[in-house]
C-alpha cells in the first residue's frame, strides 16, 4: 500500500508509514511488540525526509496521519522512497547502503514516537479528567443558584405560547386550525406553524415540530389530532424544566444530551430570523464561539443542559437594564374618572380652547350681524331667509379667508411664540387651526353658494314682476334677470370659479390623496402625493384674486366703503406674501455646501451641509429644504439634527412620499457604490462631483426647542421621529463637555451653566438598520457623559418580548456579549437595546421616584396613538404624586 503524494521541490514524497499502538509492558522505556490477530487497527504517521547531494537521507519530521483498519496478513507494511524524476536508476542503487541504515534510524525513530505518544495520551487523559471533575463542581454549584430569589424571573420566562390568549382557551383555537388544515386527519408538518399560531415564525415553528418528534424518536411528516395535543400540551407547559428541555432539544440535533458549538450557531440564525435581525445571522458563528467560551471553560467542546440553564438564570447578572420602580395605581370610582377627564382636557387644552371659543364667537357675531343687517333690506322679502344665510356666511368667509393665512406665516409665529404670547396662545397647532380653519370655510362656502344657487336665484327668477319692481329693480335692473344671466355675471362666474378650484385644493389636501392611500392607474397617479397637494395648494392665488373682484361685484352692496372684502384681507394677504419673499431672498442668501451625504438602512438621507454665519438655531426646531434638481418650487420641512455649536448642519429624511422619493434617487445617483470591505452605505463628500444643489430656509420653531425650560427631560421618539431630540442630545453633550473641560482648567470666564439634570431618551423603532442612523451619536453620549445626564433607551419592536422562546438566545447573547465587549450586538453601540415596546407606565413610575417635586417636559415625536397615551399618563400621574408631567407633541 503505497499512497501517491504530491512531490515538493528536492524534498521527497511524504509516505505513509503505519505504527504499532501496542506498548510493551516494560513500562517507561520504548518498545515494541506484536499482534497475531488477523486485522487490527493501525495508526499511520506521515513522514517526510531529504535526499542531499551528498546522497545522504536526512528525515525532516514524523506526524500522526489518519488511522485505518488494514489486515496485516494481505498488506504488508512497505517504506517505499521515490526519487524525482530527475534522478537516475544508478544513483538509487549507490544510495541502497545508506538506504538500509536510514531505515534502521527510521524505525527506532517510529517505536520512540508511539512511546511518546502513548505519554501524550495518557497526559490528555489525566487533563481530561481533570476538566471533567472541574465541570462537575461548576455544576453543583449551579444547582445552588437556582435557589436564590433573582432567578425567580429567570424561571418565569423562556415561553413558546402561553397556555391561554386574551381569556380564551388557546387550544381552542388551535383545533380549529387543525380542522381548516388537516388533509386525511393529519396536519403536516409545513402547516404546523400556522397551526399553532406562529406563522411569523414558521422556521422556529418547525424546529420545535422536529424537536418534539425526535424526543418520541419519530421521523414524520404529519401528525393527528392526539399528537398535536401532546406537543401543544409539552410547550406550554407552566414548569419552567419542561420548557427548558424543549429548548435544549432543539439544539441538540443528534439527540446525544450535548451541544456543540455548530448546533449553538443553527439555533442562533433560526432566533435571529425569527426576529428579523439578519445582521445577528451574520455574526452567529462569533456569537456561538462567545456562549461557548462562556459555558464551556474547561474546552470540552460540548455544553449540557445545566449549563444552558446557569445563562439562563444569571441573565440580569451580565446586564444591568434600569428596572422601573414598583408603581401601585389607586382604582377610582366612574363618577371620579368622568369629573377627572374634564378637568384633565380643560387644563391639558385651556390654550387652544380659549381661541377656538374666540375665533367661533367672532363668526357667530358676523354671522348675526348680517343676518338681521339684511333682514331689514327690501331684498328679505322675495328672498326671505336664504338670502340672510347667504349674506351671513359670506361674512364669516371674508374672516376665515383671511386668518387662514395667518398659520402659515412661519416666521412670524417663530417669533410670537418666544415672547409672552406664547404661553398663552398655542403657537405649536398653526397646521392644526389652518386645517380647522379650512373645515370652516368649506362649510361657508357651502351655506353661501348653495343659499344663492339653489334658492335665491330662482326666487329672483320666479317672483311677480310686482314684486321685482318693488323691492330688487333697484338692486339688479329694470328687466328681471334670469337664472343664466345670474349665473353668467361678474359675481356668478368669479364665485363658481372660486368653489371650483377650492374644491380641487381642499380634495387633494386630504389625507387620502396627500398620502397616497388612494390609488390611481397611470398617469392618474398623479392626483395623488405630496406634490399634487402642494401644486394645488398654490391655486389659492388665483382664489384670492378672484374674491377681490367678487368682493367688488357684489349683489345689494352700492356703497364702496361697504364692500369690505379688501379690508379682511389686505394685511393678511401682504403679511403672507412678505413671508414668502422673505424666504425666496433668504434661500439665496444661505449659500450651503454639502460635505457628506450618506444613505442608511430604512430609506433614510442624511445630508450634511456647510452652515452659513447668519444662520443661529436653537435644539429642536426645523428647516426647509429645496432641492432644484427634484423641483425648483417645493419646500418641505426637516427637523435639524445637528447641534447650535456645531459648525455644520445636518437633517435625515426618511423616503415617505414622492418628493422625498424623487429626493433619494437624486443623490443616490451621485454617491459612491460602497467598497466591499466598508460598511455597505452610498456615500458622498464634498469631492464628490455633481452632487444636487440644496438651498435652506429657516429655522422656524418647534416644541421641542422648549427643553431649555425643564431640569428634568422625557424624550420619546418613534422611528424618523427621534430626529428632533438628536440635536437635543447633542447639546446637551457638547454643554456636558464644556463644563468638564472647564472644571479641569479651573477657568475663571465665565462657566457654562446646564439647566438640564437628567434627559431620558426613548427610542422604538421596528428595525434593526433604524440604529445606524445616530450610531455616532449614542457613542459618544456614552463614551462623554461621565456625569450620567443623559440616559439613553432604544426598543426594536420586531424582536419578541422578553422571556419569549423566540427571543431569549438573542437576549442571552446581547448581555453576555455587552459584559464582554462593552458592545450591544442590536444597535451595534455602546448603548443596549430593549424588545417589544416599552412599559410607560413603569417608565413615569420610576420617574416620579427619582424626581419628585420636580417639573419634568415630556416631548414626543411620532403617530399620534402613542401621543394620547402619553398625554393621559402625564395627567394620571399629576393628580397622584408631587411631580409635574408637561406633554408636548411635534406636529408633522
Not at 524 to 542: I, K, Q
Not at 565 to 592: D, H, I, K, N, Q
Request: net charge positive.
Amino acid at each position: 500500500m503505497r499512497p501517491v503524494l504530491p512531490k515538493h521541490g528536492r524534498r521527497w514524497a511524504s509516505d505513509t508509514v503505519p505504527c504499532k499502538t501496542t506498548l510493551s509492558s516494560g513500562g517507561t522505556s520504548p518498545g515494541g511488540g506484536s499482534s497475531t490477530t488477523d486485522s487490527l487497527e493501525m495508526e499511520f504517521v506521515e513522514v517526510t525526509f531529504d535526499l542531499q547531494d551528498d546522497n545522504t537521507i536526512i528525515l525532516q519530521s514524523l506526524e500522526p496521519a489518519a488511522s485505518t483498519v488494514i489486515n496485516v496478513e494481505t498488506t504488508p507494511v512497505v517504506l517505499s522512497v521515490s526519487a524525482p524524476i530527475s534522478r537516475s536508476e544508478t544513483m538509487m542503487r549507490r544510495s541502497s547502503n545508506r538506504f538500509l541504515q536510514f531505515s534502521q534510524d527510521l524505525k527506532a525513530e517510529l517505536r520512540n514516537f508511539s512511546w511518546s505518544r502513548g505519554q501524550a495520551s495518557k497526559a490528555l487523559s489525566n487533563r481530561f479528567e481533570t476538566a471533567l471533575a472541574a465541570r462537575a463542581l461548576r455544576k453543583q454549584r449551579a444547582q445552588l443558584d437556582r435557589t436564590r430569589s433573582d432567578a425567580h424571573k429567570a424561571l418565569r420566562g423562556l415561553k413558546f405560547m402561553s397556555n391561554k390568549s386574551n381569556g380564551v382557551d388557546a387550544w381552542n383555537e388551535v383545533q380549529c386550525n387543525f380542522d381548516k388544515l388537516a388533509k386525511d386527519g393529519f396536519l403536516y408538518r409545513a402547516d404546523f406553524a400556522q397551526c399553532i399560531r406562529m406563522r411569523d415564525s414558521k422556521e422556529f415553528a418547525l424546529e420545535l415540530f422536529d424537536a418534539l418528534s425526535r424526543r418520541r424518536t419519530l421521523k414524520v411528516e404529519k401528525i393527528s389530532r392526539e399528537q398535536l395535543h401532546e406537543f401543544w400540551s409539552q410547550f406550554t407547559d407552566q414548569s419552567f424544566d419542561s420548557r427548558l428541555q424543549i429548548f435544549f432539544d432543539m439544539m441538540d440535533k443528534n439527540n446525544n444530551g450535548r451541544i456543540n458549538e455548530e448546533e449553538v450557531k443553527e439555533i442562533i440564525m433560526l432566533s435571529a430570523s425569527a426576529n428579523k435581525l439578519s445582521r445577528l445571522k451574520e455574526q452567529a458563528e462569533e456569537y456561538a464561539a462567545l456562549i461557548m467560551e462562556e459555558l464551556d471553560p474547561e474546552r470540552l467542546g460540548y455544553i449540557e443542559l445545566w449549563q444552558l440553564e446557569t445563562l439562563l438564570l444569571q441573565k440580569d447578572t451580565y446586564q444591568n437594564y434600569s428596572q422601573a420602580l414598583s408603581y401601585t395605581s389607586q382604582a377610582l370610582s366612574e363618577s371620579l374618572r368622568k369629573r377627572g377627564s374634564i378637568i384633565y382636557f380643560l387644563q391639558e387644552n385651556w390654550r387652544r380652547v380659549w381661541v377656538l371659543a374666540l375665533w367661533m364667537m367672532i363668526m357667530i357675531a358676523l354671522f348675526t350681524w348680517k343676518f338681521f343687517q339684511y333682514k331689514q333690506k327690501s331684498a328679505y322679502q322675495v328672498m326671505g331667509h336664504c338670502l340672510l344665510t347667504a349674506k351671513g356666511a359670506a361674512e364669516t368667509l371674508k374672516l376665515n379667508m383671511a386668518i387662514i393665512l395667518l398659520p402659515v406665516c412661519r416666521n412670524t409665529i417663530t417669533w410670537l411664540r418666544s415672547t409672552r404670547l406664547g404661553y398663552f396662545v398655542p403657537f405649536d397647532d398653526n397646521i392644526n387651526f389652518h386645517k380647522t380653519i379650512a373645515a370652516a370655510t368649506v362649510i361657508g362656502v357651502v351655506l353661501h353658494a348653495g343659499s344663492h344657487l339653489a334658492c335665491d336665484f330662482p326666487r329672483i327668477m320666479n317672483s311677480s314682476q310686482t314684486d321685482y319692481s318693488k323691492y330688487l329693480r333697484d338692486d339688479f335692473g329694470e328687466n328681471k334677470p334670469s337664472y343664466g344671466e345670474l349665473v353668467r355675471g361678474v359675481e356668478g362666474v368669479t364665485g363658481i370659479l372660486m368653489v371650483i378650484l377650492m374644491a380641487i385644493a381642499f380634495t387633494l389636501a386630504t389625507t387620502w390623496f396627500r398620502r397616497s392611500l388612494i390609488k390611481f392607474p397611470k398617469p392618474f397617479d398623479r392626483l395623488t402625493g405630496y406634490n399634487a397637494f402642494w401644486y394645488s395648494h398654490h391655486l389659492f392665488v388665483l382664489v384670492y384674486v378672484l374674491l377681490i373682484i367678487h368682493g367688488i361685484f357684489l349683489y345689494l352692496v352700492h356703497n364702496w366703503y361697504k364692500k369690505t372684502t379688501w379690508m379682511y384681507l389686505a394685511v393678511p394677504v401682504l403679511l403672507y406674501a412678505g413671508e414668502r419673499a422673505l424666504r425666496f431672498f433668504r434661500s439665496g442668501f444661505y449659500s450651503v455646501q454639502l460635505r457628506k451625504v450618506a444613505i442608511y438602512p430604512g430609506n433614510v438621507l442624511t445630508l450634511q451641509m456647510s452652515k452659513p454665519p447668519q444662520f443661529r438655531y436653537k435644539s429642536g426646531q426645523y428647516m426647509f429644504v429645496q432641492c432644484p434638481a427634484v423641483s425648483p418650487l417645493e419646500w418641505h420641512p426637516f427637523s435639524i439634527t445637528s447641534a447650535p455649536d456645531d459648525d455644520y448642519l445636518s437633517v435625515h429624511i426618511r423616503e415617505l412620499g414622492d418628493w422625498t422619493q424623487e429626493l433619494k434617487m437624486v443623490f443616490s445617483e451621485a454617491c459612491e457604490r460602497p467598497v466591499a470591505d466598508e460598511s455597505g452605505l452610498l456615500r458622498a463628500d464634498e469631492t464628490t462631483n455633481s452632487l444636487p444643489k440644496l438651498l435652506i430656509d429657516g429655522p422656524y420653531g418647534a416644541p421641542a426647542q422648549d427643553y431649555r425650560k425643564y431640569d428634568v427631560l422625557l424624550l420619546v421618539g418613534l422611528g424618523i421621529g427621534a430626529t428632533p431630540f438628536i440635536s437635543i442630545l447633542k447639546d446637551l453633550l457638547n454643554n456636558i463637555v464644556k463644563m468638564q473641560e472647564q472644571a479641569d482648567l479651573n477657568s475663571p470666564k465665565r462657566k457654562t451653566t446646564l439647566k438640564t439634570t437628567n434627559a431620558y431618551f426613548y427610542w422604538v423603532t421596528r428595525e434593526q438598520g433604524s440604529f445606524d442612523w445616530f450610531k455616532g451619536v449614542m457613542n459618544e453620549t456614552a463614551d462623554l457623559d461621565q456625569r450620567g445626564v443623559i440616559e439613553m433607551h432604544n426598543y426594536l419592536t420586531s424582536v419578541y418580548e422578553e422571556g419569549d422562546a423566540r427571543s431569549t438566545l438573542i437576549t442571552m447573547v446581547q448581555a453576555l456579549n455587552h459584559a464582554k465587549n462593552g458592545v450591544d450586538i442590536v444597535s451595534g453601540t455602546r448603548v443596549r437595546t430593549h424588545f417589544a415596546r416599552p412599559k410607560w407606565k413603569r417608565v413615569f413610575s420610576k420617574l416620579c421616584s427619582k424626581h419628585s417635586n420636580e417639573r419634568i417636559g415630556v416631548f414626543y415625536c411620532g403617530a399620534p396613538v402613542l401621543a394620547e397615551e402619553l398625554s393621559k399618563l402625564c395627567y394620571d400621574f399629576n393628580q397622584k404624586g408631587s411631580t409635574k408631567f408637561e406633554f408636548h407633541k411635534e406636529h408633522f
